[in-house]
């Protein structure tokens, strides 16, 4: 399997570390009480289809990268730097 890193271009799977959804970024506020921090760690979607997910670049430009990948098939969509997509950056 290989992956698109938007700074080094497709790499081997190998050079990166899966880390789950991309709803990870998303953290809830400090003060959103105790049920949101609950729903944020413990609850999570398992689509079918296509699904975002965080990766880090470990092996390479050590950047963390927002995948779109169908689980079905794993073929990879669109790799964005996760801190354009943080910023809502296009």
Request: proline content about 4%.
């Amino acid at each position: 399997m290989r992956i698109d890193c938007p700074n080094c271009g497709s790499r081997d799977r190998r050079e990166f570390q899966y880390l789950g959804a991309a709803v990870l970024m998303d953290r809830p506020a400090p003060d959103a009480g105790e049920q949101a921090f609950v729903e944020y760690v413990y609850f999570r979607e398992n689509p079918a289809g296509a699904h975002r997910e965080l990766w880090l670049h470990e092996m390479g430009c050590r950047s963390w990268i927002v995948a779109e990948r169908n689980m079905g098939t794993h073929e990879f969509a669109s790799t964005r730097l996760a801190a354009d997509v943080k910023r809502g950056a296009k």
